[in-house]
């Protein structure tokens, strides 16, 4: 169900694994009659602005469905991403959270936003707590709580939690050596919390009110005794799972379904007065096969699905004489890309990382931009999505329109073009098979690395390999296991050209493990020490615009000037489509099912309906 709900508070724009959310049949025909047109961002926020709910009848069961089985349920120290689905917001429930159509921060837990610092500096900021809510047990939720979750929990090292590197800062100490410090909170009162940051830091809502809280009264004698971290396992009854949220977990059949009941004492509350949420019980059915997953859809079995581009036309024919209707959203906000490696560094034995007339032409800006106007995104979007997704390209999304910017260069299918800029390069000679070859008799050539036993990687290397030799360059297709790829990739560097996927936050300019030269993750050529010669001008930019980002402050006003947030994200793009040190491909679109008689669906362009609101017509 999390699907259907925003995000965790807290995320962080970074490298996201391998994102292959596409399919292909063996074979490709053109269709007659193409796929629906995609919707526009606009319309889909102005329809979930228009849209008011109407009171929901109590009762009925919501059958949803996760493809994994659950690993734990603790969600304070689960890597587990259907862990995370089903308790996060569900069962336990932040201080702030964000409105679902426009990403604004709004009081969830707290009772208002802090919209200014106590003190000058702007690291101080105090939240009143909301005084109706009650854990799941009936104990009181309060203060103790929130300090006890972040001083206790969260930042306690003993405690294996993914969430602490998010509340901790990089500053000077007293002889100027640079070291973290954590977020801290303070108890004012039953109902009144304080936090004091660091460093005044403009995302300052994500660190004082993203955090999940947890029960002190049911988990400080866990941490005490040292068993925190086997606390609420897989084989905890799940009615033993405490959170203050709309459902409360009350079965676990592993291999069969995860259950959740509603909580009649949430604290939230209808236009009416009525307390929600109004279904009973939600049924999250464990099926990995998305044929299988379709099939169970078809025949009534769920009541959601989260369809392929495949599925798009059975549904499409079936969905009025079967009742339900086909949701088709925005595009999602995570992307594929070509990348090739400008690494001109050596290994230890003095071997170069790439050869040098190979790096010569990846570092060559007019190499990646005539390789970008060799990609058809046309006719991948037809084979590989079904027409069914986004061309890309810049690293970010039309989905958070604060910072998005469509001002940026375009790179059409042009080939005449391709072979202008490699003429350009000095490439114009040809040996016999047609490929170009450059200074020294070396063929304009690379591999490309990707993933092994993915038919739709071996699609996209195809189409490039076809449209590369028009043009005189040969591509070299490498398939490497996943372990061996990331490897190659992150330790030996020993890589010409990949394909990767990442997601990102709505705060872009958070992406600095990609993006600044010292990081480790920044694919295209990482651990640049500052000040390095290998930095091109817009590299120094780029290390610039993400140490600027979220730190100006009007001292005047006392407050962060976002505006300029916005300038250098929209600098950020401009940059990133001129220089392409990431070539960016396609975003698969969002493509539901779901039955008429799950009423009261507001979909905007982050989520499908609000499992709070909806009802189940009977």
Same mark, same amino acid.
């Given at each position: 169900?999390?699907?259907?709900?925003?995000?965790?508070?807290?995320?962080?724009?970074?490298?996201?694994?391998?994102?292959?959310?596409?399919?292909?049949?063996?074979?490709?025909? +053109?269709? *007659? #009659?193409?796929?629906?047109?995609?919707?526009? $961002? =606009? !319309?889909? &926020?102005?329809?979930?602005?228009?849209?008011?709910?109407?009171?929901?009848?109590?009762?009925?069961?919501?059958?949803?469905?996760?493809?994994?089985?659950?690993?734990?349920?603790?969600?304070?120290?689960?890597?587990?991403?259907?862990?995370?689905?089903?308790?996060?917001g569900l069962v336990f429930e932040t201080l702030l959270t964000r409105d679902d159509i426009d990403l604004e921060w709004i009081p969830q837990l707290a009772l208002e936003v802090p919209t200014s610092s106590d003190d000058p500096e702007g690291r101080v900021y105090t939240l009143k707590l909301r005084q109706d809510v009650k854990w799941h047990d009936g104990a009181p939720f309060t203060a103790d709580d929130v300090v006890f979750t972040y001083h206790e929990i969260i930042l306690n090292e003993s405690?294996?939690?993914?969430?602490?590197?998010?509340?901790?800062?990089?500053?000077?100490?007293?002889?100027? +050596?640079? *070291? #973290?410090?954590?977020?801290?909170?303070?108890? $004012? =009162? !039953?109902? &009144?919390?304080?936090?004091?940051?660091?460093?005044?830091y403009a995302l300052y809502l994500q660190l004082i009110g993203g955090v999940s809280i947890?029960?002190?009264?049911?988990?400080?004698?866990?941490?005490?005794?040292?068993?925190?971290?086997?606390?609420?396992?897989?084989?905890?009854?799940?009615?033993?799972?405490?959170?203050?949220?709309?459902?409360?977990?009350?079965?676990?059949?592993?291999?069969?379904?995860?259950v959740?009941?509603?909580?009649?004492?949430?604290?939230?509350?209808?236009?009416?007065?009525?307390?929600?949420?109004?279904?009973?019980?939600?049924?999250?059915?464990?099926?990995?096969?998305?044929?299988?997953?379709?099939?169970?859809?078809?025949?009534?079995?769920?009541?959601?699905?989260?369809a392929r581009s495949i599925d798009l036309k059975q549904l499409t024919q079936r969905a009025e004489g079967g009742g339900f209707d086909v949701v088709i959203r925005a595009p999602q906000a995570g992307w594929n890309y070509l990348a090739f490696n400008q690494n001109p560094r050596s290994?230890?034995?003095?071997?170069?990382?790439?050869?040098?007339?190979?790096?010569?032409?990846?570092?060559?800006?007019?190499?990646?931009?005539?390789?970008?106007?060799?990609?058809?995104?046309?006719?991948?979007?037809?084979?590989?999505?079904?027409?069914?997704?986004?061309?890309?390209?810049?690293?970010?999304?039309?989905?958070?329109?604060?910072?998005?910017?469509?001002?940026?260069?375009?790179?059409?299918?042009?080939?005449?073009?391709?072979?202008?800029?490699?003429?350009?390069?000095?490439l114009t000679a040809r040996n016999e098979e047609g490929y170009r070859v450059g200074a020294g008799g070396n063929v304009v050539e690379f591999v490309l690395t990707t993933m092994a036993n993915s038919e739709p990687l071996k699609w996209l290397v195809t189409i490039l390999e076809q449209d590369l030799k028009k043009v005189g360059v040969r591509l070299i297709p490498e398939y490497l296991e996943f372990n061996l790829l990331v490897r190659r990739l992150s330790q030996d560097w020993d890589w010409e050209?990949?394909?990767?996927?990442?997601?990102?936050?709505?705060?872009?300019?958070?992406?600095?493990?990609?993006?600044?030269?010292?990081?480790?993750?920044?694919?295209?050529?990482?651990?640049?020490?500052?000040?390095?010669?290998?930095?091109?001008?817009?590299?120094?930019?780029?290390?610039?615009?993400?140490?600027?980002?979220?730190s100006t402050w009007d001292e005047k006003q006392k407050r962060f000037l976002w505006e300029r947030d916005v300038e250098l994200a929209h600098e950020w793009q401009r940059i990133a489509a001129e220089n392409l040190p990431h070539i960016y491909l396609m975003s698969r679109v969002d493509i539901h099912a779901v039955y008429r008689r799950v009423r009261n669906r507001r979909s905007t362009v982050f989520t499908l309906m609000d499992p709070t609101r909806i009802y189940i017509e009977r």
């Amino acid at each position: 169900m999390k699907r259907l709900l925003l995000p965790p508070a807290i995320v962080l724009a970074g490298f996201a694994g391998f994102l292959w959310l596409f399919r292909l049949s063996t074979a490709y025909e +053109k269709p *007659v #009659k193409g796929p629906p047109p995609l919707p526009l $961002v =606009d !319309d889909i &926020t102005k329809a979930a602005r228009e849209f008011r709910y109407e009171p929901g009848v109590y009762g009925g069961t919501l059958n949803d469905w996760i493809s994994t089985e659950l690993k734990d349920l603790n969600l304070a120290i689960s890597t587990d991403a259907t862990t995370s689905s089903v308790l996060s917001g569900l069962v336990f429930e932040t201080l702030l959270t964000r409105d679902d159509i426009d990403l604004e921060w709004i009081p969830q837990l707290a009772l208002e936003v802090p919209t200014s610092s106590d003190d000058p500096e702007g690291r101080v900021y105090t939240l009143k707590l909301r005084q109706d809510v009650k854990w799941h047990d009936g104990a009181p939720f309060t203060a103790d709580d929130v300090v006890f979750t972040y001083h206790e929990i969260i930042l306690n090292e003993s405690i294996p939690c993914s969430s602490r590197p998010a509340l901790q800062m990089d500053v000077p100490d007293e002889s100027g +050596k640079i *070291v #973290k410090r954590s977020v801290k909170a303070e108890k $004012v =009162d !039953d109902y &009144t919390v304080r936090f004091t940051l660091p460093k005044r830091y403009a995302l300052y809502l994500q660190l004082i009110g993203g955090v999940s809280i947890y029960p002190r009264h049911i988990l400080k004698p866990r941490v005490d005794d040292g068993t925190f971290n086997s606390t609420w396992n897989i084989a905890t009854p799940p009615s033993q799972v405490i959170g203050t949220g709309p459902y409360m977990p009350s079965e676990y059949v592993p291999g069969e379904r995860f259950v959740q009941k509603r909580n009649p004492n949430y604290w939230k509350k209808d236009e009416a007065g009525n307390r929600l949420p109004y279904v009973e019980t939600i049924v999250y059915n464990i099926i990995q096969n998305p044929d299988t997953q379709l099939q169970r859809f078809l025949v009534g079995n769920l009541d959601y699905l989260e369809a392929r581009s495949i599925d798009l036309k059975q549904l499409t024919q079936r969905a009025e004489g079967g009742g339900f209707d086909v949701v088709i959203r925005a595009p999602q906000a995570g992307w594929n890309y070509l990348a090739f490696n400008q690494n001109p560094r050596s290994r230890p034995d003095g071997v170069p990382y790439v050869k040098p007339w190979k790096s010569s032409w990846f570092r060559d800006v007019r190499f990646r931009q005539a390789v970008a106007h060799c990609i058809d995104k046309d006719s991948i979007n037809q084979i590989m999505y079904d027409g069914m997704a986004q061309q890309n390209w810049v690293p970010y999304t039309p989905k958070y329109a604060k910072y998005w910017t469509d001002e940026v260069r375009k790179y059409a299918f042009n080939l005449d073009e391709a072979r202008r800029l490699l003429d350009d390069m000095g490439l114009t000679a040809r040996n016999e098979e047609g490929y170009r070859v450059g200074a020294g008799g070396n063929v304009v050539e690379f591999v490309l690395t990707t993933m092994a036993n993915s038919e739709p990687l071996k699609w996209l290397v195809t189409i490039l390999e076809q449209d590369l030799k028009k043009v005189g360059v040969r591509l070299i297709p490498e398939y490497l296991e996943f372990n061996l790829l990331v490897r190659r990739l992150s330790q030996d560097w020993d890589w010409e050209a990949i394909v990767l996927g990442y997601t990102a936050g709505p705060e872009p300019l958070l992406g600095k493990t990609i993006w600044k030269s010292s990081e480790p993750r920044r694919v295209w050529n990482p651990r640049v020490p500052a000040g390095s010669p290998e930095n091109r001008d817009w590299e120094v930019r780029l290390d610039q615009i993400f140490e600027e980002a979220y730190s100006t402050w009007d001292e005047k006003q006392k407050r962060f000037l976002w505006e300029r947030d916005v300038e250098l994200a929209h600098e950020w793009q401009r940059i990133a489509a001129e220089n392409l040190p990431h070539i960016y491909l396609m975003s698969r679109v969002d493509i539901h099912a779901v039955y008429r008689r799950v009423r009261n669906r507001r979909s905007t362009v982050f989520t499908l309906m609000d499992p709070t609101r909806i009802y189940i017509e009977r």
